[in-house]
Nanobody
Framework: QVQLVESGGGSVQAGGSLRLSCAAS????????MAWFRRAPGKEREFVAG????????RYADSVKGRFTISRDNAENTVYLQMNSLKPDDTAVYYC???????????????????WGQGTQVTVSS
């Protein structure tokens, strides 16, 4: 089993920045590609960004391209999401997820991810 714990959420004004962290523990070798998802009030959970196990490839939702950056430190078993130029529409609970399968691509579908964190709230005010 892999345990994922997110941190770094909070409240910020539009245009501001936040950096989310996701620390993995347990059988971390089972965590291959990692991703961030979010669920805004009244909406379905959606893919935000993903990164392969090696960190050589990333993928972003169109809504965050150019503003968010995902990275990972495998030595620290941690994945990060740097969020810049935040907008009120970015307000959501952000979840970290791990894909247990070693793939060459980054999946955007929720069923592809085997492990999930509890989420961290991000609130952006106008």
């Amino acid at each position: 089993q892999v345990q994922l714990v997110e941190s770094g959420g909070g409240s910020v004004q539009a245009g501001g920045s936040l950096r989310l962290s996701c620390a993995a523990s347990g059988r971390t070798s089972s965590a291959k590609a990692m991703a961030w998802f979010r669920r805004a009030p009244g909406k379905e959970r959606e893919f935000v960004a993903g990164i392969t196990w090696s960190g050589s490839s990333t993928r972003y939702a169109d809504s965050v391209k150019g503003r968010f950056t995902i990275s990972r430190d495998n030595a620290e078993n941690t994945v990060y999401l740097q969020m810049n130029s935040l907008k009120p529409d970015d307000t959501a609970v952000y979840y970290c997820a791990a894909d247990g399968a070693l793939r060459s691509d980054i999946r955007v579908g929720i069923p592809s991810y085997d492990y999930w964190g509890q989420g961290t709230q991000v609130t952006v005010s106008s």
